[in-house]
């Protein structure tokens, strides 16, 4: 008892000690990438590959860990969450309400002046009409559109993991975004189901025959969008469909 009750405290101490040392060890798993802290600061160059690797002692220095090997699914094209239409205490699912986990969002593509009058009648196309006091009367009305629901899933990996994990607030939000912007811009210069013989400079059909176009034509765009010459976001894209 008296030896115990002497050894006690530096028991204790030496105790404290060998784990504040291990937390100067970091294992770091296959299809991961680590980030040191130093004084709570990301250090661009001190990333921490796979295995076992050390660090000054917490609180000095700390590390966070990202999948890179894994491929994260991003749905672009959809909003808020809708309730789901029950009767009699079971779920509906019926053509006139809108059904799913998720509201999908709408797009606008622009129809041909030359197919104009034929599409207007069509149940995906909105035709809007200025009246003669209505602003954008006469020669000022606008074109007829069309309006979609179009849902795109992004799927990447996280290819920088200081870059996705520190340049921004949310990376995954701005790689969102980003999408989405993409999608309109791409949607507003293309067409439905129709294509246009000899026209090369605008999306066509991207509905029908040239949905595999489009689907190559977006990932290239929010490549880009995302890559080192625009947002920078230190993601690799694996797909777009």
Known sequence: YQLIGKALVPLILLGALVLWAMSGVVIVRQGQRGVVLHWGRAQAGRLLEPGLS??????????????TGKVHDLQVGVGEAQEPYVVNGQELQLWTKR????????????IPSAQGSGQAGNATATQPQA???????????????????LVLSVQYRI????????????????????????????CASATLDTTQ??????????MTSGWADASKALQDRI???AGPDGLDLGVDLASVK
């Open 54 to 67: 050390t660090k000054w002692p917490w609180p000095i220095d700390s590390a966070q860990v990202f999948d």
């Open 99 to 110: 059904h799913g986990a998720r509201r999908e969002l709408e797009f606008l593509l622009a």
């Open 131 to 149: 009246g003669p006091g209505a602003p954008g009367g006469g020669s000022d009305t606008p074109p007829p559109v069309n309006i979609i629901n």
């Open 159 to 186: 290819a920088d993991p200081y870059k996705f994990g520190y340049k921004y607030v949310d990376a995954g939000k701005m790689l969102e975004n980003a999408a989405y912007r993409e999608m309109v811009r791409y």
């Open 197 to 206: 013989p000899g026209v090369t400079d605008r999306p066509q059909a991207i």
């Open 223 to 225: 490549a880009q969008a």
